[in-house]
Protein backbone atom coordinates (compact mmCIF):
# COMPACT_ATOMS: atom_id res chain seq x y z
CA UNK A 1 0.00 0.00 0.00
CA UNK A 2 1.24 3.37 -0.68
CA UNK A 3 2.08 5.94 1.56
CA UNK A 4 -0.69 7.57 3.49
CA UNK A 5 -3.11 4.64 3.25
CA UNK A 6 -2.57 3.56 6.64
CA UNK A 7 -2.53 7.23 7.87
CA UNK A 8 -6.68 7.25 5.97
CA UNK A 9 -7.73 4.24 7.82
CA UNK A 10 -6.42 5.27 11.24
CA UNK A 11 -8.62 8.36 10.53
CA UNK A 12 -11.54 6.48 10.03
CA UNK A 13 -11.12 3.99 13.00
CA UNK A 14 -10.97 7.20 15.12
CA UNK A 15 -13.68 9.55 13.83
CA UNK A 16 -15.88 6.10 13.50
CA UNK A 17 -15.15 4.90 16.74
CA UNK A 18 -16.12 8.83 18.07
CA UNK A 19 -19.29 8.48 15.94
CA UNK A 20 -20.57 5.61 18.09
CA UNK A 21 -19.18 6.71 21.73
CA UNK A 22 -21.15 10.19 20.47
CA UNK A 23 -24.25 8.35 20.44
CA UNK A 24 -24.10 7.05 23.89
CA UNK A 25 -23.12 10.14 25.05
CA UNK A 26 -25.99 12.16 23.75
CA UNK A 27 -28.72 10.16 24.93
CA UNK A 28 -27.47 10.23 27.93
CA UNK A 29 -27.41 13.54 27.75
CA UNK A 30 -31.30 13.41 27.04
CA UNK A 31 -31.82 11.63 29.70
CA UNK A 32 -29.87 13.63 32.33
CA UNK A 33 -31.84 16.65 31.17
CA UNK A 34 -35.17 14.38 31.27
CA UNK A 35 -36.13 14.46 27.87
CA UNK A 36 -39.25 12.50 26.87
CA UNK A 37 -38.85 9.34 25.39
CA UNK A 38 -39.24 10.03 21.16
CA UNK A 39 -36.76 12.64 21.13
CA UNK A 40 -34.49 10.12 21.62
CA UNK A 41 -35.27 8.97 17.78
CA UNK A 42 -35.21 12.60 16.56
CA UNK A 43 -31.36 12.90 17.68
CA UNK A 44 -31.02 10.67 14.84
CA UNK A 45 -33.31 12.31 12.46
CA UNK A 46 -31.45 15.47 12.86
CA UNK A 47 -28.15 13.67 12.45
CA UNK A 48 -29.57 11.76 9.53
CA UNK A 49 -31.08 14.80 7.41
CA UNK A 50 -28.26 16.00 6.31
CA UNK A 51 -27.23 13.38 4.18
CA UNK A 52 -30.75 12.90 2.40
CA UNK A 53 -31.06 17.13 1.79
CA UNK A 54 -27.28 17.52 0.76
CA UNK A 55 -27.11 13.95 -1.25
CA UNK A 56 -26.35 16.03 -5.02
CA UNK A 57 -23.94 18.35 -3.53
CA UNK A 58 -21.68 15.83 -1.31
CA UNK A 59 -19.59 14.19 -3.95
CA UNK A 60 -19.64 17.69 -6.07
CA UNK A 61 -18.12 19.33 -2.68
CA UNK A 62 -15.46 16.67 -2.03
CA UNK A 63 -14.47 16.98 -5.37
CA UNK A 64 -13.98 21.12 -5.33
CA UNK A 65 -11.27 20.51 -2.34
CA UNK A 66 -8.43 18.07 -1.39
CA UNK A 67 -10.34 15.05 0.17
CA UNK A 68 -7.82 15.51 3.26
CA UNK A 69 -8.76 18.75 3.41
CA UNK A 70 -12.55 17.85 3.26
CA UNK A 71 -12.09 14.94 6.34
CA UNK A 72 -10.26 17.36 8.21
CA UNK A 73 -13.10 20.05 7.76
CA UNK A 74 -15.85 16.92 8.55
CA UNK A 75 -14.04 15.84 11.99
CA UNK A 76 -13.79 19.64 12.82
CA UNK A 77 -17.34 20.37 12.75
CA UNK A 78 -18.09 17.01 14.72
CA UNK A 79 -15.78 18.35 17.35
CA UNK A 80 -17.78 21.58 17.27
CA UNK A 81 -21.07 19.84 17.71
CA UNK A 82 -19.91 17.84 20.84
CA UNK A 83 -18.33 21.39 22.10
CA UNK A 84 -22.21 22.93 21.85
CA UNK A 85 -23.13 20.15 23.66
CA UNK A 86 -20.52 20.49 26.22
CA UNK A 87 -21.89 24.71 26.22
CA UNK A 88 -25.49 23.50 26.81
CA UNK A 89 -27.64 23.73 23.52
CA UNK A 90 -30.01 20.71 23.43
CA UNK A 91 -27.93 17.59 21.76
CA UNK A 92 -30.71 17.23 19.20
CA UNK A 93 -29.74 20.52 17.57
CA UNK A 94 -25.76 20.17 18.03
CA UNK A 95 -26.02 16.61 16.46
CA UNK A 96 -27.41 17.92 13.71
CA UNK A 97 -24.28 20.06 13.66
CA UNK A 98 -22.21 16.49 13.58
CA UNK A 99 -24.61 15.39 10.95
CA UNK A 100 -23.65 17.67 8.49
CA UNK A 101 -19.99 16.80 8.85
CA UNK A 102 -20.65 13.17 8.63
CA UNK A 103 -22.58 13.67 5.23
CA UNK A 104 -19.58 15.55 4.32
CA UNK A 105 -17.06 13.28 5.32
CA UNK A 106 -18.95 10.26 3.58
CA UNK A 107 -17.34 10.81 -0.27
CA UNK A 108 -14.51 11.86 0.69
CA UNK A 109 -13.11 9.04 3.04
CA UNK A 110 -14.05 6.42 -0.32
CA UNK A 111 -13.26 9.11 -2.98
CA UNK A 112 -9.65 9.36 -1.53
CA UNK A 113 -8.65 6.00 -2.29
CA UNK A 114 -9.26 5.57 -5.48
CA UNK A 115 -6.85 8.92 -5.67
CA UNK A 116 -4.08 7.24 -3.69
CA UNK A 117 -4.70 3.70 -4.89
CA UNK A 118 -4.17 1.48 -8.36
CA UNK A 119 -7.78 0.11 -9.20
CA UNK A 120 -6.17 -3.56 -8.52
CA UNK A 121 -5.96 -2.51 -4.94
CA UNK A 122 -9.46 -0.98 -4.05
CA UNK A 123 -10.49 -4.68 -3.11
CA UNK A 124 -8.21 -4.80 -0.35
CA UNK A 125 -8.23 -1.21 0.70
CA UNK A 126 -12.25 -1.55 1.13
CA UNK A 127 -11.41 -4.31 3.48
CA UNK A 128 -9.55 -2.38 5.49
CA UNK A 129 -11.97 0.78 5.73
CA UNK A 130 -14.58 -1.67 6.20
CA UNK A 131 -13.12 -3.62 8.49
CA UNK A 132 -11.84 -0.36 10.62
CA UNK A 133 -15.61 0.78 10.54
CA UNK A 134 -16.53 -2.57 12.23
CA UNK A 135 -13.96 -2.75 14.85
CA UNK A 136 -14.48 1.04 15.44
CA UNK A 137 -18.09 0.50 15.90
CA UNK A 138 -17.85 -2.34 18.53
CA UNK A 139 -15.05 -0.17 20.47
CA UNK A 140 -16.72 2.94 20.39
CA UNK A 141 -19.70 1.59 21.45
CA UNK A 142 -18.78 0.01 24.49
CA UNK A 143 -16.54 3.36 24.99
CA UNK A 144 -19.45 5.32 25.35
CA UNK A 145 -21.16 3.11 27.52
CA UNK A 146 -18.03 3.04 29.76
CA UNK A 147 -17.65 6.80 29.66
CA UNK A 148 -21.67 7.16 31.20
CA UNK A 149 -21.25 4.34 34.25
CA UNK A 150 -21.08 4.74 37.48
CA UNK A 151 -17.01 4.78 37.89
CA UNK A 152 -17.49 7.76 35.73
CA UNK A 153 -19.73 9.66 37.85
CA UNK A 154 -17.82 9.14 40.61
CA UNK A 155 -14.18 10.68 39.05
CA UNK A 156 -16.33 13.65 38.21
CA UNK A 157 -17.79 14.40 41.48
CA UNK A 158 -14.36 14.07 42.90
CA UNK A 159 -12.58 16.13 39.69
CA UNK A 160 -14.73 19.39 39.79
CA UNK A 161 -13.84 20.29 36.23
CA UNK A 162 -15.09 23.62 34.94
CA UNK A 163 -18.32 22.40 32.69
CA UNK A 164 -18.39 18.84 33.19
CA UNK A 165 -20.67 18.58 35.68
CA UNK A 166 -21.44 14.61 34.67
CA UNK A 167 -20.87 11.93 33.65
CA UNK A 168 -22.27 12.51 30.20
CA UNK A 169 -20.33 15.58 30.19
CA UNK A 170 -17.19 13.74 30.49
CA UNK A 171 -18.25 11.79 27.72
CA UNK A 172 -18.66 14.66 25.39
CA UNK A 173 -15.40 15.63 26.19
CA UNK A 174 -14.03 12.47 25.82
CA UNK A 175 -15.72 12.12 22.48
CA UNK A 176 -14.53 15.56 21.23
CA UNK A 177 -10.87 15.14 21.74
CA UNK A 178 -10.96 11.79 19.94
CA UNK A 179 -12.52 14.08 16.99
CA UNK A 180 -9.80 16.92 16.82
CA UNK A 181 -7.37 13.36 17.34
CA UNK A 182 -9.08 12.05 13.86
CA UNK A 183 -8.64 16.10 12.62
CA UNK A 184 -4.95 15.71 13.21
CA UNK A 185 -4.79 12.39 11.45
CA UNK A 186 -6.33 14.00 8.14
CA UNK A 187 -4.09 16.59 8.23
CA UNK A 188 -0.67 13.91 7.99
CA UNK A 189 -2.67 12.19 4.54
CA UNK A 190 -0.26 13.01 2.02
CA UNK A 191 -2.07 15.15 -1.07
CA UNK A 192 -2.63 12.52 -3.50
CA UNK A 193 -2.40 15.87 -6.47
CA UNK A 194 -5.98 14.84 -7.86
CA UNK A 195 -7.71 18.16 -9.03
CA UNK A 196 -11.31 18.59 -10.12
CA UNK A 197 -13.53 21.40 -11.17
CA UNK A 198 -15.70 23.32 -8.74
CA UNK A 199 -19.20 21.72 -9.87
CA UNK A 200 -20.75 23.69 -6.75
CA UNK A 201 -21.40 26.36 -8.97
CA UNK A 202 -23.80 24.21 -10.83
CA UNK A 203 -26.58 23.43 -8.44
CA UNK A 204 -29.26 22.86 -11.05
CA UNK A 205 -27.02 20.51 -12.92
CA UNK A 206 -25.95 18.59 -10.03
CA UNK A 207 -29.80 18.10 -8.71
CA UNK A 208 -30.73 17.36 -12.30
CA UNK A 209 -28.05 14.52 -12.59
CA UNK A 210 -28.67 12.94 -9.09
CA UNK A 211 -32.30 12.65 -10.55
CA UNK A 212 -31.37 10.61 -13.57
CA UNK A 213 -29.00 8.75 -11.60
CA UNK A 214 -32.07 7.60 -9.35
CA UNK A 215 -34.45 6.85 -12.05
CA UNK A 216 -31.66 4.89 -13.51
CA UNK A 217 -30.94 2.50 -10.25
CA UNK A 218 -34.56 2.00 -9.79
CA UNK A 219 -35.67 1.31 -13.35
CA UNK A 220 -32.77 -1.72 -13.86
CA UNK A 221 -34.05 -5.19 -12.65
CA UNK A 222 -31.13 -6.03 -10.47
CA UNK A 223 -30.49 -2.61 -9.24
CA UNK A 224 -33.74 -2.26 -8.27
CA UNK A 225 -33.64 -5.32 -6.01
CA UNK A 226 -30.18 -4.75 -4.11
CA UNK A 227 -30.97 -0.84 -3.25
CA UNK A 228 -34.70 -2.20 -2.17
CA UNK A 229 -33.38 -4.63 0.74
CA UNK A 230 -29.93 -2.85 1.38
CA UNK A 231 -32.41 0.64 1.78
CA UNK A 232 -34.73 -1.39 4.11
CA UNK A 233 -31.98 -2.73 6.14
CA UNK A 234 -30.15 0.31 6.58
CA UNK A 235 -32.75 2.36 7.86
CA UNK A 236 -34.07 -1.35 10.24
CA UNK A 237 -30.77 -1.05 11.14
CA UNK A 238 -30.42 2.37 12.49
CA UNK A 239 -33.71 1.93 14.18
CA UNK A 240 -32.69 -1.73 15.89
CA UNK A 241 -29.83 0.28 16.78
CA UNK A 242 -32.31 2.49 19.52
CA UNK A 243 -34.49 0.00 19.99
CA UNK A 244 -31.89 -2.01 21.59
CA UNK A 245 -30.96 0.49 24.26
CA UNK A 246 -34.70 0.66 25.05
CA UNK A 247 -35.20 -3.29 24.97
CA UNK A 248 -32.31 -3.80 26.95
CA UNK A 249 -34.06 -1.28 29.47
CA UNK A 250 -37.18 -2.58 29.74
CA UNK A 251 -36.70 -6.69 29.02
CA UNK A 252 -33.56 -6.70 31.05
CA UNK A 253 -33.27 -4.24 33.35
CA UNK A 254 -29.93 -2.92 32.04
CA UNK A 255 -28.84 0.85 32.57
CA UNK A 256 -27.71 2.63 29.16
CA UNK A 257 -23.66 2.18 30.13
CA UNK A 258 -24.53 -2.07 30.28
CA UNK A 259 -27.00 -1.63 27.10
CA UNK A 260 -24.57 -0.10 25.45
CA UNK A 261 -22.54 -3.82 25.79
CA UNK A 262 -25.59 -5.60 24.18
CA UNK A 263 -24.51 -3.22 21.03
CA UNK A 264 -20.86 -3.92 20.62
CA UNK A 265 -21.86 -7.43 20.79
CA UNK A 266 -24.33 -7.37 18.05
CA UNK A 267 -21.69 -5.23 16.07
CA UNK A 268 -18.84 -8.63 16.62
CA UNK A 269 -21.46 -10.51 15.20
CA UNK A 270 -22.03 -8.32 12.29
CA UNK A 271 -17.97 -8.55 11.84
CA UNK A 272 -18.14 -12.18 11.79
CA UNK A 273 -21.00 -12.49 9.15
CA UNK A 274 -19.72 -10.26 6.78
CA UNK A 275 -16.46 -12.23 7.24
CA UNK A 276 -18.60 -15.54 6.66
CA UNK A 277 -20.28 -13.99 3.17
CA UNK A 278 -17.19 -12.41 1.46
CA UNK A 279 -15.64 -16.03 1.98
CA UNK A 280 -18.64 -18.24 0.86
CA UNK A 281 -20.78 -16.14 -1.43
CA UNK A 282 -19.43 -15.08 -4.69
CA UNK A 283 -20.82 -12.32 -6.47
CA UNK A 284 -22.68 -14.48 -9.35
CA UNK A 285 -24.30 -16.50 -6.46
CA UNK A 286 -25.32 -13.07 -4.37
CA UNK A 287 -28.75 -13.30 -4.71
CA UNK A 288 -28.93 -16.41 -2.83
CA UNK A 289 -28.92 -14.80 0.13
CA UNK A 290 -32.18 -12.61 0.33
CA UNK A 291 -34.46 -15.89 2.15
CA UNK A 292 -31.77 -14.69 5.21
CA UNK A 293 -33.75 -11.75 5.10
CA UNK A 294 -36.73 -13.20 6.10
CA UNK A 295 -34.48 -14.98 8.87
CA UNK A 296 -33.68 -11.95 10.10
CA UNK A 297 -37.40 -10.43 10.65
CA UNK A 298 -37.92 -13.58 12.52
CA UNK A 299 -35.17 -12.94 15.09
CA UNK A 300 -35.77 -9.64 15.14
CA UNK A 301 -39.99 -10.84 16.36
CA UNK A 302 -38.36 -13.41 18.41
CA UNK A 303 -35.55 -11.21 20.40
CA UNK A 304 -39.34 -8.59 20.93
CA UNK A 305 -40.08 -10.99 23.59
CA UNK A 306 -36.83 -12.53 25.42
CA UNK A 307 -36.81 -11.39 28.77
CA UNK A 308 -35.41 -11.86 32.25
CA UNK A 309 -39.06 -13.90 33.36
CA UNK A 310 -38.19 -16.52 31.31
CA UNK A 311 -35.54 -17.20 33.48
CA UNK A 312 -35.83 -18.16 37.27
CA UNK A 313 -35.01 -16.26 39.95
CA UNK A 314 -31.71 -16.73 40.74
CA UNK A 315 -30.65 -19.03 37.43
CA UNK A 316 -26.88 -17.69 36.39
CA UNK A 317 -23.45 -18.02 36.04
CA UNK A 318 -20.63 -17.13 38.90
CA UNK A 319 -17.21 -16.68 38.40
CA UNK A 320 -15.31 -15.96 41.65
CA UNK A 321 -17.32 -12.97 42.89
CA UNK A 322 -18.95 -12.02 39.56
CA UNK A 323 -22.24 -13.25 39.00
CA UNK A 324 -23.87 -13.35 35.74
CA UNK A 325 -27.68 -13.47 35.55
CA UNK A 326 -28.43 -16.32 32.70
CA UNK A 327 -31.24 -13.69 31.10
CA UNK A 328 -28.12 -11.62 30.00
CA UNK A 329 -25.80 -14.68 29.36
CA UNK A 330 -28.15 -15.66 26.69
CA UNK A 331 -28.79 -12.26 25.63
CA UNK A 332 -25.68 -12.41 24.05
CA UNK A 333 -25.69 -15.12 21.73
CA UNK A 334 -29.08 -13.70 20.63
CA UNK A 335 -27.31 -10.58 19.58
CA UNK A 336 -24.77 -11.81 17.75
CA UNK A 337 -27.28 -14.20 15.85
CA UNK A 338 -29.06 -10.98 14.39
CA UNK A 339 -25.88 -9.20 14.22
CA UNK A 340 -24.24 -11.72 12.01
CA UNK A 341 -27.17 -12.42 9.60
CA UNK A 342 -27.50 -8.68 8.74
CA UNK A 343 -23.82 -9.03 7.94
CA UNK A 344 -24.17 -11.87 5.98
CA UNK A 345 -26.61 -10.50 4.08
CA UNK A 346 -25.61 -6.79 3.78
CA UNK A 347 -22.28 -8.06 2.00
CA UNK A 348 -23.49 -9.84 -1.17
CA UNK A 349 -26.23 -7.32 -1.51
CA UNK A 350 -23.90 -4.20 -1.64
CA UNK A 351 -21.52 -5.76 -4.44
CA UNK A 352 -24.23 -6.47 -6.12
CA UNK A 353 -25.58 -2.69 -6.08
CA UNK A 354 -21.53 -0.88 -6.16
CA UNK A 355 -21.31 -3.73 -9.13
CA UNK A 356 -24.57 -2.62 -11.01
CA UNK A 357 -24.04 0.96 -10.19
CA UNK A 358 -20.64 1.14 -11.55
CA UNK A 359 -21.58 -0.37 -14.57
CA UNK A 360 -24.90 1.79 -15.09
CA UNK A 361 -23.60 5.10 -13.99
CA UNK A 362 -20.17 5.67 -11.74
CA UNK A 363 -19.06 4.30 -8.80
CA UNK A 364 -19.41 7.79 -6.93
CA UNK A 365 -23.19 8.58 -8.20
CA UNK A 366 -24.36 5.09 -7.48
CA UNK A 367 -23.21 5.80 -3.52
CA UNK A 368 -24.62 8.95 -3.78
CA UNK A 369 -28.11 7.45 -5.01
CA UNK A 370 -27.69 4.38 -2.27
CA UNK A 371 -26.59 6.78 1.10
CA UNK A 372 -29.73 9.04 0.21
CA UNK A 373 -32.25 6.13 -0.20
CA UNK A 374 -30.43 4.22 3.04
CA UNK A 375 -30.99 7.56 4.92
CA UNK A 376 -34.62 8.38 3.93
CA UNK A 377 -35.35 4.79 5.12
CA UNK A 378 -33.77 5.85 8.08
CA UNK A 379 -35.60 9.07 8.71
CA UNK A 380 -38.94 6.69 7.59
CA UNK A 381 -38.57 4.48 10.42
CA UNK A 382 -37.30 6.84 13.10
CA UNK A 383 -40.56 9.13 12.49
CA UNK A 384 -42.72 5.81 13.18
CA UNK A 385 -40.44 5.16 16.35
CA UNK A 386 -41.20 8.38 17.82
CA UNK A 387 -44.86 8.22 16.82
CA UNK A 388 -45.21 4.62 18.48
CA UNK A 389 -43.03 5.95 21.96
CA UNK A 390 -45.44 9.07 21.23
CA UNK A 391 -48.36 6.42 22.04
CA UNK A 392 -47.14 4.53 24.86
CA UNK A 393 -46.59 1.44 22.97
CA UNK A 394 -44.71 -0.93 24.71
CA UNK A 395 -41.59 -1.68 23.30
CA UNK A 396 -41.72 -5.13 22.90
CA UNK A 397 -44.45 -4.63 20.69
CA UNK A 398 -43.06 -1.98 18.99
CA UNK A 399 -40.13 -4.03 17.83
CA UNK A 400 -42.58 -6.81 16.61
CA UNK A 401 -44.09 -4.09 14.06
CA UNK A 402 -40.48 -3.23 12.75
CA UNK A 403 -39.92 -7.51 12.41
CA UNK A 404 -42.98 -8.11 10.78
CA UNK A 405 -42.38 -5.07 8.00
CA UNK A 406 -38.86 -5.98 7.89
CA UNK A 407 -40.43 -9.19 6.80
CA UNK A 408 -42.77 -8.85 4.72
CA UNK A 409 -41.37 -6.51 2.83
CA UNK A 410 -38.01 -9.23 2.14
CA UNK A 411 -40.68 -11.08 1.16
CA UNK A 412 -41.85 -8.91 -1.18
CA UNK A 413 -38.36 -8.14 -2.52
CA UNK A 414 -37.67 -12.61 -3.00
CA UNK A 415 -41.27 -12.14 -5.38
CA UNK A 416 -40.13 -9.09 -6.95
CA UNK A 417 -37.04 -10.83 -8.12
CA UNK A 418 -38.38 -13.86 -9.39
CA UNK A 419 -40.33 -12.25 -11.48
CA UNK A 420 -38.06 -9.78 -12.64
CA UNK A 421 -35.96 -13.31 -13.41
CA UNK A 422 -38.73 -14.24 -15.48
CA UNK A 423 -38.25 -11.64 -18.03
CA UNK A 424 -34.20 -10.90 -18.02
CA UNK A 425 -31.19 -13.31 -16.82
CA UNK A 426 -30.37 -12.29 -13.65
CA UNK A 427 -26.83 -13.91 -13.46
CA UNK A 428 -25.87 -12.57 -16.76
CA UNK A 429 -26.47 -8.87 -15.36
CA UNK A 430 -24.39 -9.99 -12.34
CA UNK A 431 -21.36 -10.73 -14.65
CA UNK A 432 -22.06 -7.64 -16.93
Known amino acids: MKKGFYTIIAAQFVSSLA ?21 TPLL ?18 ADALQKRHVMFISNALKACGCLLMIGGVHPMIAYGVVGFGAAAYSPAKYGILTELLPADRLVAANAWLESATVLSTIVGTMLGGALISTYASRFVQHAHWPLIHSAADLAMLAVMITYAIAAALNVGIPDTGARYPNRLTEPGELVGEFVRCFNVLWADRLAQIALWVTTLLWGGAVTLQLLVLKWADANLGLSLSKA ?4 GVAGLGIAVGAAAAAAWIPLRASLKVLPVGLIMGAVTVAMAFYNKNLFPPGAGLRVGELFAPAYIIFAYPLMVLLGALSGFFIVPMNAILQHRGATLLTAGHSIAVQNFNQNLAVLLMLGAY ?3 LTAKMPVQWIITVFGV ?7 LAQRRSAANAHKVDMRALIEE
Not at 44 to 61: H, K
Not at 405 to 411: C, E, L
Open 260 to 263: AVMQ
Open 386 to 388: AIL
Open 19 to 39: DNALLIAAIALLTEIRSAAWI
Open 405 to 411: FITGMMW
Open 44 to 61: QIFFTISYVLLAPFVGAF
